[in-house]
């Protein structure tokens, strides 16, 4: 069974959430028109997802569901 790294769930947790955080602030930015909610919502927004999503992706390790190895060789 392959497995991740806590590094490489990190790495992908931070990842995901640049792009996601980018998205959030400017979808406030164009409801509201304000830069400062915007900026303050995609922060909060930010650090309570990172966490779940970190949380998430460490669940999902123990979750054999649709995983296959391949082998080094064939018989």
Request: overall charge positive; hydrophobic content about 45%.
């Amino acid at each position: 069974m392959a497995h991740e790294t806590r590094a490489r769930s990190i790495v992908k947790a931070l990842s995901w959430r640049v792009f996601a955080t980018l998205i959030t602030t400017g979808v406030v930015y164009v409801m509201t028109g304000r830069i400062d909610n915007a900026l303050e919502i995609g922060v909060v927004d930010t650090l309570v997802k990172l966490g779940l999503y970190f949380g998430h992706e460490r669940v999902w390790e123990r979750i054999n569901y649709g995983r296959f190895r391949y082998t080094d060789y064939q018989i």
